[in-house]
T-cell receptor, first 118, second 117 residues
């Protein structure tokens, strides 16, 4: 199993450009989420989804869009990149709890995308 | 507003020693407290987790101590090894509510642990 796959691994953007960070998981997890990791700030939740067609905002959603058309994929879109969005982005998924309820108790993280916005 | 405060920011421990990382929280609705381990260039991975119905949980050399009244929990790494050198994140999550998935996991700011020979 590949687990959680993120692409690209590295990306450099100019201010104002848009791009999509890809995330795919092959574990049939209902719960998927995006975090950004910044020095001294830990991991901050951007958006999350508890299933196809269902998304919600996390702690720092501004400037980012998500959609969940399939269980496997959860892309993160930067609409107009800003230098403040320079960060390492992690996608994570989690299996369902007992009873089939989506759960974030054990997150499986991808290897990250390092994004620089100039 | 930082809901989970983690300390220290960095820690250097000699091989064979005990590494201790502390976290404190404010939200009394938190009921699940995991620790994640992250190696350079990798995503974090779940290391160990505890619920507030117990005061301690041990898995191998890793132990979580939980103090509900003080709203604190800590990670102890016994017999620390160079391979334990990584960044460690504590986290907390409020109790499960009727709208599943709404309980968001909040992470601490991380501790960079270095084990020296």
């Amino acid at each position: 199993n590949a687990g959680v796959t993120q692409t690209p691994k590295f990306q450099v953007l100019k201010t104002g450009q848009s791009m999509t960070l890809q995330c795919a998981q092959d574990m049939n997890h209902e719960y998927m989420s995006w975090y950004r990791q910044d020095p001294g700030m830990g991991l901050r939740l951007i958006h999350y989804s508890v299933g196809a067609g269902i998304t919600d905002q996390g702690e720092v959603p501004n400037g980012y869009n998500v959609s969940r058309s399939t269980t496997e994929d959860f892309p993160l879109r930067l609409l107009s990149a800003a230098p403040s969005q320079t960060s390492v982005y992690f996608c994570a998924s989690s299996y369902s709890a007992q009873g089939g309820m989506p759960s974030n108790e054990k997150l499986f993280f991808g290897s990250g995308t390092q994004l620089s916005v100039l | 507003q930082q809901q989970v405060k983690q300390s220290p920011q960095s820690l250097i421990v000699q091989k064979g020693g005990i590494s201790i990382i502390n976290c404190a929280y404010e939200n009394t609705a938190f009921d699940y407290f995991p620790w994640y381990q992250q190696f350079p260039g990798k995503g974090p991975a779940l290391l160990i987790a505890i619920r507030p119905d117990v005061s301690e949980k041990k898995e191998g050399r890793f132990t979580i101590s939980f103090n509900k009244s003080a709203k604190q929990f800590s990670l102890h790494i016994m017999d620390s090894q160079p391979g334990d050198s990584a960044t460690y994140f504590c986290a907390a999550r409020p109790s499960f509510i009727s709208n599943f998935g709404n309980e968001k996991l909040t992470f601490g700011t991380g501790t960079r642990l270095t084990i020296i020979p």
